[in-house]
């Protein structure tokens, strides 16, 4: 309404009355310039954006200065899950712009995601090598593979698994590893004194 008169909203080339009917907006393709509709230019290798305001690039090129250029990759690579940038293959990892092969020391293997590796059960990490596992008497070998715990009714001091010394009237405890009192006992210090029934 303009100046309590209803004007009709003059449509320039290429738009379309919005949802309000009110105004106007570009047609798929187009984009605002002033009072006008401008054509927007896809270069090669790219496509219209779902909204058709605007371009991306198509998987394995990227915009570089309003172009698409192809992505550049190294040998022993592939293209990433945004198809603008690369990943090197299982077995290699990334050293500035190539992949390198990734030297798996003995006792290892190549962990799941091939970049990296670990080492087999019963050895552990030492820089780039792996060495074993040391298991003390009374000790085994932990579910990490890499480490060891002691059996139960044994603690862990230094690399060594001592037994745990039961003061009477005491049980070795759920963690196995040291000891509570049984019932009716309390813990006073290092013993079990009977409970007061007063």
């Not at 496509?47 to 690039?57: D, K, Q, S």
């Given at each position: 309404?303009?100046?309590?008169?209803?004007?009709?909203?003059?449509?320039?080339?290429?738009?379309h009355?919005?949802?309000?009917?009110?105004r106007?907006?570009?047609?798929?393709g187009?984009?605002?310039?002033?009072?006008?509709?401008s054509?927007?230019?896809?270069?090669?290798?790219?496509?219209?954006?779902?909204?058709?305001?605007?371009?991306?690039?198509?998987?394995g090129?990227?915009?570089?200065?309003?172009?698409?250029?192809?992505?550049?990759?190294?040998p022993?690579?592939?293209?990433?899950?945004?198809?603008r940038?690369?990943?090197?293959?299982?077995?290699?990892?990334?050293?500035?712009?190539?992949?390198?092969?990734?030297?798996?020391?003995?006792n290892?293997?190549?962990?799941?995601?091939g970049?990296?590796?670990?080492?087999?059960?019963?050895?552990?990490?030492?820089?780039?090598?792996?060495?074993?596992?040391?298991?003390?008497?009374?000790?085994?070998?932990?579910?990490?593979?890499?480490?060891?715990?002691?059996?139960?009714?044994?603690?862990?001091?230094?690399a060594?698994?001592?037994v745990?010394?039961?003061?009477a009237?005491?049980?070795?405890?759920?963690?196995?590893?040291?000891?509570?009192?049984?019932?009716?006992?309390?813990?006073?210090?290092?013993?079990?004194?009977?409970?007061?029934?007063?």
């Open positions: 309404m303009v100046d309590r008169f209803c004007v009709a909203v003059q449509l320039p080339p290429n738009a009355l919005d949802s309000s009917g009110r106007w907006e570009c047609d798929r187009y984009r605002e310039a002033g009072e006008a509709c054509v927007i230019a896809v270069p090669p290798n790219a496509f219209l954006e779902p909204g058709g305001r605007a371009w991306g690039c198509e998987r090129y990227r915009n570089v200065g309003g172009a698409c250029v192809i992505v550049a990759m190294p022993n690579a592939f293209l990433n899950s945004s198809g940038g690369w990943d090197c293959e299982r077995g290699y990892r990334k050293d500035r712009r190539s992949c390198v092969p990734i030297t798996v020391p003995p290892a293997y190549l962990a799941c995601h970049n990296d590796w670990k080492c087999e059960r019963g050895f552990r990490k030492a820089g780039f090598s792996c060495i074993p596992v040391d298991v003390p008497p009374h000790g085994y070998l932990a579910s990490s593979g890499s480490d060891w715990k002691c059996e139960r009714g044994y603690r862990r001091i230094g060594s698994c001592v745990v010394e039961l003061p009237n005491a049980h070795i405890g759920y963690s196995g590893e040291g000891w509570q009192c049984d019932s009716g006992y309390e813990r006073r210090g290092e013993g079990c004194n009977a409970r007061d029934k007063s």
